[in-house]
């Protein structure tokens, strides 16, 4: 892949603006595992290899299990891997990511609406809102995963 603009570089106010939405996310109520979830799935829908592998490896740093990453992109398929919440948060990240096919649909707004406070419901928003501008800059520039 070819060398792209270095957008920090070019740009820092706007990188700037971005790690402030990162400050914002870390003093919400989201536990870590869940924000890295969010990442990685976002991440996965997208196809942004520098976050896919970013993100896998922050969330194994919390203790996320190597088999809830294997199947996370299949988490529709297995009922007893991921929680509730954690399923609903998933719906959330998708159908946010996909804004195009149907945005948030009234189904999981509502589910969403039965286990979590609008503040939270509010956060998870941001948090999907969030990495998928970082995904964009990521794929637009050729960001590449370091190598391990």
Not at 1 to 27: C, G, V
Not at 31 to 59: V, W, Y
């Amino acid at each position: 892949m070819s060398n792209r603009i270095d957008i920090q570089k070019q740009q820092p106010e706007a990188y700037k603006a971005m790690f402030a939405l990162e400050k914002y996310l870390s003093t919400s109520a989201i536990p870590p595992l869940h924000k890295e979830l969010i990442k990685m799935r976002s991440s996965q829908i997208n196809g942004c290899a520098f976050c896919i592998d970013m993100h896998t490896r922050d969330a194994r740093k919390l203790g996320e299990t190597e088999q809830r990453i294997y199947l996370l992109n299949a988490w529709r398929e297995v009922d007893s891997i991921y929680t509730e919440e954690e399923r609903c948060i998933l719906a959330i990240t998708e159908e946010v990511t996909l804004i195009s096919n149907k945005g948030l649909t009234e189904e999981t707004y509502a589910k969403a609406a039965g286990l979590f406070e609008p503040d939270y419901i509010a956060q998870l928003i941001m948090a999907v809102v969030t990495i998928n501008a970082w995904n964009r800059i990521a794929i637009s520039t050729h960001l590449q995963p370091a190598k391990a």
